[in-house]
C-alpha cells in the first residue's frame, strides 16, 4: 500500500501541466470618459456604445456595473462599453435624472436608454435585440 502512495506521490504535475491549456481571459473594462471626451468618443465609435452613468456611493450601480463587465464578455468586439462619473456636464447634457442609468449609441445617437437597476437577462436581451436590428428605433426595444 505505501508503494502505491509513494508512487502517486512521487508523479507531480509540471506548473505546465498544472495550468489548464487556456486560462480564461479578463473582460475588456470599460472605457472611463469625461465631459471633455465625451463628444469625441462617440463620433468615433462605430459599434453599439454602452455607456454606463454612475457613481462611486450608488449600490445599485455597482451591480449594474458588474452587468456591463458581463455584457463585454458575452458579447467581444459587437460591443463597446464606456463609463461616466463626476463630470456634471454630460449626465445634463442628456437629461440623465437618475443613477445608475445606460445609454446605448448608434452612429452618435440614443437609440435606447435603461434607467435603474433591471434583470441581467432583460438587459442581455436588450443588447442582443440592438445588435440584431441596426435599424431599431428606440421604441422597438
Known amino acids: 500500500m505505501m508503494g ?6 512521487a ?5 505546465q501541466e498544472a495550468l489548464p491549456a487556456a486560462l480564461p481571459s479578463r473582460p475588456p473594462r ?3 470618459l469625461t465631459d471633455a471626451d465625451f463628444a469625441a468618443a462617440l463620433a468615433e465609435e462605430e459599434r453599439l456604445l454602452l455607456v454606463d452613468f454612475w457613481a ?7 451591480i449594474m456595473a458588474a452587468y456591463v463587465d458581463f455584457l463585454a464578455a458575452d458579447f467581444g468586439q459587437q ?14 447634457r442628456y437629461q440623465v435624472m437618475g443613477l445608475p442609468t445606460l445609454i446605448f449609441f448608434r452612429r452618435g445617437m440614443e ?12 438587459l442581455k436581451e436588450t443588447v442582443a435585440h440592438l445588435l440584431a436590428d441596426p435599424d431599431a428605433e428606440p421604441t422597438d426595444v
Open 111 to 122: 437609440v435606447h436608454r435603461q434607467i435603474g437597476l433591471c434583470d441581467y437577462a432583460e
Open 30 to 32: 470599460p472605457r472611463i
Open 11 to 15: 508523479r507531480r504535475p509540471t506548473p
Open 79 to 92: 460591443l463597446a462599453v464606456a463609463a461616466l462619473d463626476e463630470n456634471p456636464e454630460t449626465p445634463a
Open 4 to 9: 502505491r502512495l509513494w508512487k502517486r506521490l
Open 56 to 62: 462611486e456611493w450608488c449600490q445599485p450601480c455597482t
